[in-house]
């Protein structure tokens, strides 16, 4: 065994938990296992992360895809990819995967993905290629996702006195180098390309998978195990060692999420076909009960109301022969679909009267709070609702009643008398008792004997204390009091 530290720059399909850790790796990988069943066992990943190519530093996808075209080539009847890794390199793992599919379908041969242990991002990737993915109660699987980094250390180099002046060719050529600083347009970059691999990592498992993208993207690179997995729908059994999955295998339950998922719907479809037919009638009826159940109040008491009538409750009094024993049904005849549809007809007809009539209130009270000119009422008729309110609220609103015209019934304003032509008309004057309501409306009504004196031209206004046996005095000129 040798110890290696996997902290590989670039845009990963890894676990982040495994990023910069030490792992230790074999110093040979081990070749296909054949087991006494005749299964032939492929190790991936062996506990550490893996990369495109064969390296030194573990295992590796190329490795992996060599393994398994033996595998397929032996006389095995049944593959097991046993996979332990957190993941690795996004370049050549979902290549890897397909090409490890294509073989499988070639050879005609199932293919069992199995983890006791772990088996994320990448990993999981390979698993997809599988028929079966299978997880021991501790094994988890997910992550499905990919992660970069930027690293900037300027901070670093100032506090060390170094100063670095980095040129490139482009704006985006500096991007990543760590003596540059971060800017929003590198981040924004880098995200995008991370998001646009993740698509093709989504798609994958989602087709393999038999989800939607959308429900892998939902699990948020989440990592989940035993049977939370199988719920998450990333794994499809659970099996609590080693021997059980090989005998689970050897016994030929290797069928994938796709081949059961496609032998459920057809089992579904065939029970549909086996249901006997609902009758017009029955469908009619079901119509008016869901009708009844509506928030709509007119809706639902029309439908309440025709349904009482098909029962023989004409009134609406459902309950008179509750204690009645009901006959049978009879079969469908003509004169009950006759029946069926002259309700039906008669609960639209009641709808659209009731809403009718309210669309009518509502229309005349926009218009008795808005001042809306005659030939504009006039050329709204026939407008649905929603014009009609847009057009009168977008009108001015009516103000308050003037209560003094209210007051003066058939006076006409006329010329006040004026300093020029000393013989123009003067207003018409009020009854005294109009006239003492005006007063009084405007606040002008004597609150003593000597507190408001009018005449024909002038108000006079003030509140004179007085000893109790005093008379009030005269005025001592207009608008004053004395």
Same mark, same amino acid.
């Given at each position: 065994?040798?110890?290696?530290?996997?902290?590989?720059?670039?845009?990963?399909?890894?676990?982040?938990?495994?990023?910069?850790?030490?792992?230790?790796?074999?110093?040979? $990988?081990?070749?296909?296992?054949?087991?006494?069943?005749?299964?032939? $066992?492929?190790?991936?990943?062996?506990?550490?992360?893996?990369?495109?190519?064969?390296?030194?530093?573990?295992?590796?996808?190329?490795?992996?895809?060599?393994?398994?075209?033996?595998?397929?080539?032996?006389?095995?009847?049944?593959?097991?990819?046993?996979?332990?890794?957190?993941?690795?390199?996004?370049?050549?793992?979902?290549?890897?995967?397909?090409?490890?599919?294509?073989?499988?379908?070639?050879?005609?041969?199932?293919?069992?993905?199995?983890?006791?242990?772990?088996?994320?991002?990448?990993?999981?990737?390979?698993?997809?290629?599988?028929?079966?993915?299978?997880?021991?109660?501790?094994?988890?699987?997910?992550s499905v996702g990919v992660i970069s980094a930027l690293v900037s250390q300027t901070r670093l180099d100032e506090a060390m006195g170094l100063r670095f002046a980095v040129f490139g060719s482009g704006a985006r050529k500096t991007d990543g180098c760590p003596h540059v600083e971060i800017s929003d347009d590198a981040s924004a970059e880098l995200q995008a390309h991370v998001m646009s691999l993740a698509e093709m990592f989504f798609a994958w498992v989602a087709e393999r998978r038999n989800v939607t993208p959308d429900a892998v993207r939902a699990l948020q690179a989440g990592v989940f195990h035993g049977a939370a997995a199988v719920d998450a729908k990333l794994a499809d059994a659970v099996v609590q060692t080693k021997d059980q999955l090989l005998a689970m295998v050897a016994s030929g339950d290797t069928a994938s999420a796709v081949e059961r998922k496609a032998t459920m719907a057809d089992e579904t479809e065939k029970e549909k076909k086996d249901e006997s037919p609902k009758s017009y009638a029955d469908e009619m009826r079901a119509k008016l009960e869901e009708d009844a159940k509506s928030d709509d109040e007119d809706k639902a008491a029309a439908a309440k109301k025709m349904l009482a009538a098909l029962d023989g409750d004409g009134d609406g009094d459902g309950d008179k022969d509750a204690d009645k024993p009901k006959e049978e049904p009879k079969s469908e005849s003509a004169s009950a679909l006759a029946t069926m549809a002259q309700a039906l007809k008669a609960q639209g007809a009641e709808i659209a009267q009731l809403k009718a009539e309210r669309e009518s209130e509502k229309r005349a009270a926009l218009l008795e709070k808005h001042d809306v000119p005659a030939a504009v009422v006039t050329a709204l008729k026939g407008q649905d609702l929603a014009t009609f309110e847009k057009v009168v609220t977008a009108h001015p609103k009516k103000g308050p009643k003037n209560l003094a015209a209210a007051e003066q019934p058939g006076v006409m304003a006329s010329v006040p008398r004026g300093a020029e032509d000393p013989n123009a008309p003067r207003a018409p004057r009020l009854p005294a008792e109009q006239s003492a309501k005006l007063a009084e409306r405007m606040g002008l009504k004597a609150v003593s004997d000597g507190g408001i004196k009018k005449d024909r031209h002038f108000v006079t206004l003030g509140i004179v204390p007085r000893k109790k046996d005093q008379k009030p005095a005269a005025p001592t000129a207009q608008g004053k009091v004395a």
């Amino acid at each position: 065994m040798k110890r290696v530290t996997w902290d590989r720059p670039g845009v990963l399909a890894m676990a982040a938990s495994a990023l910069g850790m030490s792992f230790d790796v074999p110093d040979q $990988i081990p070749g296909v296992t054949m087991t006494a069943e005749g299964i032939a $066992i492929v190790g991936v990943g062996f506990g550490a992360p893996m990369s495109h190519y064969e390296c030194w530093c573990g295992d590796s996808y190329d490795a992996v895809k060599a393994r398994v075209a033996a595998a397929l080539e032996s006389p095995a009847k049944a593959v097991v990819l046993e996979i332990d890794t957190p993941g690795g390199d996004v370049f050549g793992c979902f290549e890897a995967a397909r090409a490890i599919r294509a073989m499988a379908d070639a050879a005609k041969k199932p293919v069992v993905a199995y983890t006791e242990s772990l088996a994320a991002s990448g990993g999981y990737a390979l698993a997809c290629a599988a028929d079966r993915i299978v997880v021991s109660g501790e094994g988890h699987v997910g992550s499905v996702g990919v992660i970069s980094a930027l690293v900037s250390q300027t901070r670093l180099d100032e506090a060390m006195g170094l100063r670095f002046a980095v040129f490139g060719s482009g704006a985006r050529k500096t991007d990543g180098c760590p003596h540059v600083e971060i800017s929003d347009d590198a981040s924004a970059e880098l995200q995008a390309h991370v998001m646009s691999l993740a698509e093709m990592f989504f798609a994958w498992v989602a087709e393999r998978r038999n989800v939607t993208p959308d429900a892998v993207r939902a699990l948020q690179a989440g990592v989940f195990h035993g049977a939370a997995a199988v719920d998450a729908k990333l794994a499809d059994a659970v099996v609590q060692t080693k021997d059980q999955l090989l005998a689970m295998v050897a016994s030929g339950d290797t069928a994938s999420a796709v081949e059961r998922k496609a032998t459920m719907a057809d089992e579904t479809e065939k029970e549909k076909k086996d249901e006997s037919p609902k009758s017009y009638a029955d469908e009619m009826r079901a119509k008016l009960e869901e009708d009844a159940k509506s928030d709509d109040e007119d809706k639902a008491a029309a439908a309440k109301k025709m349904l009482a009538a098909l029962d023989g409750d004409g009134d609406g009094d459902g309950d008179k022969d509750a204690d009645k024993p009901k006959e049978e049904p009879k079969s469908e005849s003509a004169s009950a679909l006759a029946t069926m549809a002259q309700a039906l007809k008669a609960q639209g007809a009641e709808i659209a009267q009731l809403k009718a009539e309210r669309e009518s209130e509502k229309r005349a009270a926009l218009l008795e709070k808005h001042d809306v000119p005659a030939a504009v009422v006039t050329a709204l008729k026939g407008q649905d609702l929603a014009t009609f309110e847009k057009v009168v609220t977008a009108h001015p609103k009516k103000g308050p009643k003037n209560l003094a015209a209210a007051e003066q019934p058939g006076v006409m304003a006329s010329v006040p008398r004026g300093a020029e032509d000393p013989n123009a008309p003067r207003a018409p004057r009020l009854p005294a008792e109009q006239s003492a309501k005006l007063a009084e409306r405007m606040g002008l009504k004597a609150v003593s004997d000597g507190g408001i004196k009018k005449d024909r031209h002038f108000v006079t206004l003030g509140i004179v204390p007085r000893k109790k046996d005093q008379k009030p005095a005269a005025p001592t000129a207009q608008g004053k009091v004395a």
